[in-house]
């Protein structure tokens, strides 16, 4: 009968997240994992099947600072892969309790009370999703995904949908290149409320631009920011990649100068923009930042406001002594006027290298400051994905375009 009251309250305390640590300091899951293996094999899977019913949502997470990673499966072997386990780039066996037919399998780390992670399973060879977390995120590049949030994380408010805004418009254009190097492609303009042709505009180009447009809730930051009157109604201009790692990387001196010769001038014959660099912005995250950079360092003259969220920028990366001598050559008549750099904490590593992109970030950023360039530098408790560079459109809109 003391089993059985014991077990009830540490089921309560589980499901709430919240428990008082027994004196001894051992957390409710960890008491949990030592009943279970004190119990005999036979009693286990009732134990288990008990508690997983008391469960509110996975991961588990005690003291703001805990995760727990939960599986009951029939299996011999289960790996954990995601931002925790050196940015995607390892797997992490999950330590596993005998049940009898079935195992228990569980997997513990201590992280940021604010931080956003997502991960997979990796049974026998193959990933899949931990079906006791419904929150899942479809990855363009990568596939579904699990997700969660620690407690102190701290959503944008500007990503959902508003219906007591005004929305602005979206038109598309096919623009025909007038080189070989790169294919046609249909863009997407972003027509602010009201937009009136007697007036002229800002205007932001964001590379990845379908992605961005048609699978984040960028037009929705766009509606509120402009609602609540946090920034200028601005024009923007959503750029698809259609060979993305050539555009932005091999060629990016190329591309860079396909978007200065042929897409600003085609949005400036058909929509209202102001003139000047410092009205135009331009961003993009992963590859999209890193072209994003590029641009700006090349063409300061044209794109004041450069913005590269999680940029995949390396040492000796893509022509990255061509921009740099470039910009300084134009930098005294032409500065930038804004540069916002980002990077996540669990961004991604690359072990053979012994580096990560947040080691990379850092490297960039001394050089920025070795050159005086000045720039707008942020590190988040999160990973290389759009559910966290989604969260900082609205800075970087701000930053450019505020009021």
């Not at 036979?42 to 288990?48: A, C, P, Q, Y």
């Not at 509110?56 to 003291?63: G, L, N, Q, V």
């Not at 200028?232 to 050539?246: D, G, N, Q």
């Not at 991604?348 to 001394?366: G, K, T």
């Amino acid at each position: 009968m003391n089993n059985i009251k014991y077990i009830i309250i540490l089921f309560v305390c589980v499901g709430l997240w919240s428990c008082n640590s027994k004196e001894n300091g051992t957390s409710p899951f960890n008491e949990f994992i030592q009943n279970v293996q004190n119990s005999p094999v036979e009693k286990r899977n009732d134990l288990v099947q008990n508690y997983l019913s008391k469960i509110i949502k996975t991961p588990i997470i005690e003291d703001n600072k805990t995760v727990h990673f939960i599986a009951y499966l029939r299996a011999d072997s289960l790996f954990i892969r995601g931002d925790l386990q050196n940015g995607w780039a390892t797997s992490h066996k999950m330590a596993v309790v005998n049940c009898g037919t079935m195992n228990f399998f569980y997997k513990s780390y201590t992280i940021q009370d604010n931080s956003q992670i997502e991960y997979q399973f990796v049974l026998n060879g193959e990933t899949v999703l931990d079906s006791l977390n419904r929150n899942i995120e479809t990855n363009f590049e990568f596939g579904d995904r699990n997700i969660f949030q620690m407690p102190k994380f701290v959503k944008s408010p500007y990503l959902d949908l508003r219906q007591e805004v005004k929305k602005g418009s979206i038109v598309s254009r096919v623009l025909k290149s007038k080189t070989e190097l790169f294919l046609d492609r249909k863009i997407y303009i972003y027509l602010p409320p009201n937009y009136n042709k007697e007036n002229s505009y800002p205007v932001m180009l964001v590379n990845d631009g379908y992605v961005k447009l048609y699978t984040t809730p960028f037009k929705n930051v766009l509606d509120n920011l402009i609602g609540e009157s946090l920034i200028e109604p601005i024009i923007t201009v959503f750029i698809p990649a259609m060979e993305r790692e050539k555009e932005y990387c091999d060629q990016n001196i190329d591309f860079a100068n396909y978007l200065v010769n042929e897409i600003i001038p085609f949005i400036k014959a058909d929509y209202s923009t102001y003139n000047k660099p410092e009205n135009w912005g331009i961003m993009g995250a992963s590859g999209g930042g890193m072209i994003s950079i590029a641009t700006g360092l090349l063409y300061p003259e044209y794109i004041a406001n450069i913005a590269s969220q999680s940029g995949t920028i390396y040492e000796n990366w893509c022509n990255d002594k061509v921009l740099f001598s470039t910009y300084l050559t134009k930098k005294e008549k032409h500065p930038l006027r804004s540069v916002y750099i980002d990077v996540g904490t669990f961004d991604l590593e690359f072990p053979q290298a012994n580096s990560s992109l947040l080691q990379e970030v850092r490297m960039f950023n001394r050089r920025l400051d070795s050159l005086s360039i000045p720039y707008k530098y942020f590190e988040y408790n999160d990973g290389h994905r759009d559910s966290n560079w989604n969260q900082t459109i609205d800075d970087i809109l701000i930053q450019f375009f505020g009021k």
